[in-house]
């Protein structure tokens, strides 16, 4: 029992390294930093995707109670930019860019003005924000769900090779479960409604399906019919464990 329950621990410690690194390293990972104002800084934090019923609001937080800015913002395909002056809250600026139709994708910039110097955030190139429609809790609780049950089954099954009495099958069965409700399901009920294309036809696949999800589903498939036709089961767990993580690193969604 103690040796399950550590090889289950080992495998969600796993599963989070990954995804905090797939996190940081994404390209949806936010855009960040901090400016020297030379008597006080000024730092920021936009994101790049945002799923919204109200716009996306810009916020910058300084040091300083001189801040004045403008939030400069259009779409990418737009080439007159639109200027809103920032809303200032003790040190907070903000202001907010007004809701767009999915996939519509927004460059901004915030200009700040302080001791009669301007600054703008980001310091090198605009700001790029793609607007998607907010998405209900309990899909994002079950698509979430799914996919890291998905991975830390995947990753608990190469370990079972560790186990006194593997049961490599009956995990790898779950894990096919798992991926199979996570890109057949929710994956794609999410993609549907973050897009607006529930209840609207002639959609293509590829905006439903994504990358990532259809190969985590391979991966699972692949690997569950190795090791229920090989007798290696031990490599081909360890196999598909490493393969579904990389997938998970690096694969689009």
Do not use: C
């Not at 309990?138 to 698509?143: L, S, V």
């Not at 036709?229 to 579904?244: L, M, P, Q, Y």
């Amino acid at each position: 029992m103690r040796k399950s329950l550590l090889l289950w621990l080992s495998a969600i410690i796993i599963v989070f390294i990954v995804s905090f690194a797939q996190h940081i390293t994404s390209n949806e990972f936010p855009v960040s930093g901090t400016v020297d104002l030379g008597k006080g800084n000024v730092s920021f934090s936009f994101d790049k995707i945002v799923h919204s019923k109200n716009g996306y609001q810009v916020l910058v937080i300084g040091d300083s109670s001189s801040l004045h800015g403008k939030l400069l913002w259009k779409n990418e395909t737009d080439s007159a930019w639109q200027t809103i002056v920032m809303k200032d809250s003790a040190n907070f600026l903000f202001a907010v860019i007004p809701q767009q139709p999915p996939r519509t994708k927004v460059d901004f910039r915030v200009q700040i003005q302080d001791n009669n110097k301007t600054y703008l955030l980001p310091v090198k190139e605009n700001a790029k924000l793609t607007f998607f429609n907010s998405i209900p809790d309990e899909i994002n609780q079950f698509y979430f769900i799914t996919l890291f049950a998905g991975l830390i089954l995947a990753v608990r099954t190469a370990l079972e090779s560790f186990s006194d009495k593997p049961k490599i099958k009956k995990l790898t069965v779950f894990t096919a479960i798992s991926f199979f409700s996570f890109t057949f399901v929710f994956s794609t009920v999410k993609k549907g409604v973050e897009i607006g294309a529930i209840g609207k036809g002639g959609v293509p696949l590829s905006d439903i399906f994504d990358q990532r999800s259809v190969l985590l589903f391979v991966v699972s498939i692949f690997t569950l019919i190795l090791i229920f036709n090989t007798k290696n089961r031990k490599f081909w767990a360890s196999a598909g464990a490493i393969i579904t993580l990389i997938v998970f690193l690096f694969a689009k969604y």
